[in-house]
Each structure stands twice: as C-alpha cells, then as structure tokens.
C-alpha cells in the first residue's frame, strides 16, 4: 500500500493566486475578435477556462468567433492573451494566497512519531511557461521556500501537459518519491486527473467559490476541497491523508 512522503504543489492558482489576471487576458484577447464574455459566460462557454491550457482556450475562443462568421486564427488569440496576460502582471500585486506560508512552514516540519524521519519533501508541478513562473517565483517570493529551480518542475520539463500525469512524475522523481506517495493540491480538474491516475492523494484548492469549479474538481478525483489556506488544519489533513491512502494510522508530531 503507498504511503505518504512529498507535497506536490501546482504555482498558478492553487500557490499563487494570478487566474484572475489569465481570465481577464482570455477575455479582453476574446473581445479583441468580436467575442464578449462576461465570467459566467466564460465558464459555461470554454471547457479549459480553468487550468488551460491556453492554446486550448484561445481554439475556443476562436471557435466563438466562428459561430458569428468571423473566420479567426486561434494562435493570434493565444498571442492577443499572452499580451494582456503580461500587462495585467505589471499592474498587479503577486503574492501567495493567504494562509499559504504558515501552512507551508508546518508542512515542512511533520515527522514520523515513531522513527523521527521527516515525513514530507516539497516540489512545485507547474505547467506555466519559465518566462512567466520567474516573473511569479521571484515577485511572490515562492522560489527561496522551496529551494530554487531544482524543486520546480515547469512546462518546458515535460512532454505532454496535464491531464497527462507527466508533471507528476516527474515532481516525485525529484523529490525521491514514487508518483504514488505524494499528496497533490491543484485549483485544475486538469491537474487532479493526472494526480489520480498515478495514484496521488488529491486536494482541491479553487480560485473561484462557484459550485461548478468545485464540482469539477470533485468529479475528477479530488478527496478534499479547500477554498482558502487558512482553512485548513494541517495536521488533521495529513493524518486522515495518510490513513485513508494506506489504511492505517499515522502519529505525527510537531518539531518546534
């Protein structure tokens, strides 16, 4: 049965709260082209709002524009998103969502009660670009806490994007883990879907309280759901993570 030995984080979203600032590129990109989107529409009209990737939002997109006779090339909306993407980053103040930095200290610290070994390593699986994850890592001072590059796995590290588990593996391959002992937190139905097939324990940390970005998560395999970091005790979610993934009862421990 596996057990439980490394956090795995994805940035955008479930770290660092900038999907706002893609959501409103895909939409200022979408009205560039004659498509007006509000939110909602948004939601109800591109699959792949959350969690991208972009190119798949900008063939939806472009696919809108078609439906009123507007023939548009998907890769110039990708191009037009990317743009306002980068002007919205300027204007925006990028920092960990709240709750996040306590959380991580005391991941840092659980241990086995039993044997004392350190129970958890800690790796970021991102899909976004380096260019844009530097600009995110360096401004939100999320690099230094995870130990720079090397604990980072990003887009160009993989071959095939979520919901293929590459990012996954690839995350436990750095941390010294199997893919199946890690515990996953994800803002992505995308994401969660190559954590569950790898076997990875999955939580849910969306960016939006809609009952349809939460039941997206739960429909992909998600076991828990978390709105915010602040809501979270860690220690009680790691202790049942680890029963219910290995059945059978964990005692964890502090260091001060």
Same mark, same amino acid.
Request: net charge negative; proline share 3%; hydrophobic share 40%.
């Given at each position: 049965m596996p057990t439980i030995k490394s956090i795995a984080f994805d940035l955008e979203g479930t770290v660092v709260d900038v999907e706002k600032a893609h959501h409103l590129g895909h939409i200022r990109a979408a009205e560039e082209f004659g498509v007006t989107l509000t939110l909602d529409d948004c939601f109800r009209l591109l699959p792949h709002f959350i969690g991208g990737p972009d190119d798949q939002v900008a063939w939806e997109i472009a696919n809108l524009a078609s439906e009123s006779n507007r023939q548009v090339d998907y890769k110039d909306v990708l191009e037009a998103k990317k743009r306002h993407y980068r002007d919205v980053l300027k204007e925006i103040d990028i920092k960990p969502r709240p @709750?996040?930095?306590?959380?991580? &200290?005391? &991941?840092?610290? $659980?241990?086995?009660?039993?044997?004392g070994i350190k129970l958890f390593g800690?790796?970021? @699986?991102? $899909?976004?670009?380096?260019?844009? &994850?530097?600009? $995110? $890592?360096?401004?939100s001072g999320i690099l230094d806490l995870f130990g720079g590059y090397d604990n980072v796995v990003l887009r160009e590290d993989v071959q095939n994007p979520?919901? &293929?588990p590459d990012v996954w593996i690839e995350t436990a391959r750095r941390a010294g883990v199997n893919p199946d002992e890690q515990i996953i937190f994800e803002d992505s139905p995308r994401g969660v879907e190559g954590g569950v097939q790898i076997g990875a324990y999955c939580i849910g940390m969306p960016t939006y309280n809609r009952p349809d970005a939460v039941t997206s998560l739960v429909k992909a395999g998600v076991k828990r759901v978390f709105m915010s970091w602040d809501e979270i005790n860690p220690e009680a979610l790691f202790f049942n993570a680890y029963h219910e993934h290995e059945d059978k009862t964990l005692k964890i421990s502090y260091i001060n």
């Open positions: @709750g996040f930095i306590d959380f991580f &200290a005391f &991941a840092q610290n $659980l241990i086995y009660e039993d044997d800690h790796t970021i @699986g991102s $899909l976004t670009e380096r260019e844009y &994850a530097e600009i $995110l $890592l360096y401004r979520k919901p &293929a």
